[in-house]
């Protein structure tokens, strides 16, 4: 049943978001903002825009939306595990698996598959349960995953203090001429499309460190070290340099190679090191190349390099 709320404006003078934020509702700002753009909030029963100023005798309505409560269900999917103990397990994900349950991705997660294998931690509440860190749907690779409470506390502050080494394998746009390099440009929001990040002045630190492996007609293979862990860092920074990654829908261009039909960016995590939390055994996995990256690789032409 939708909750409704009635505000009588008698004296009360300004903008429709400055006149709600003094009415003591219990609502954030940004829930109030959502609502007037969606229409959850009329003014004499019509919707209006933020900078809408009030007047004696207007009615304001809120029509708070019914919360719909979603259970995740454990799924019997089947899962790459690289190493398990009582606190802690390593997964290598495959590309096109989401890791956690959001709008429009409500079953199929990894998520989903953990819980049907193992209890998770809590402390990333009720849609993220275990999840100490991410990795992009169409990213594979290693994720480092809490089986309790404890544990979690311990991996997400070794990612804090930048203890644990992850280290991924990219196929980029263009040939490199350095051997190797470190990028250090901050990374936020990006102001127009807010589903992306961009470098910007006044962003959150992000260092991301890179090594050539191989290099291709048009292409280059880095393996590349976060410093940092921002929103689709590596996929930024190197659009940001000129070099982005291949088959990027989002910050280059999805793409085939010779026939090749690329299902997201060619980017896999392939090394990653922590602490056992509870033990303080130092632990170092690393992943093979995935089939679909495999694949990609042998449709280019290596570089012959001169070493006379």
Known sequence: MTKKITINIIDQIGRIDAILAKENLPYSRTTLAEWLQTG????????????YKVTTGDTITILQPEVITTEIIAEDIPLDIIYEDDDILVVNKPQ?????????HSSGTLVNALLFHAPLSTINGEFRPGIVHRIDRDTSGLLMVAKNDQAHQGLSAQLKAHKNDRIYYALVRGE?????????APINRHKVDRKKQAVQEGGREAITHFEVIERY????????RLETGRTHQIRVHMTYIGHPVVGDPVYGSAQNLAGVKLNGQMLHAKTLSLTQPKTGEELRF??????YFKDALATLTPIIQNNN
């Open 40 to 51: 959850h909030i009329l003014v004499n029963g019509v919707q209006v825009k933020r900078a």
């Open 96 to 104: 096109g698996m989401v890791v956690h349950p959001a709008a429009g």
């Open 176 to 184: 490199f001429v350095e051997n190797s390099g470190t990028i250090n």
């Open 217 to 224: 007609v048009g292409y280059t293979l880095l393996k590349v």
């Open 286 to 291: 690393d992943s093979a190349l995935p089939a």
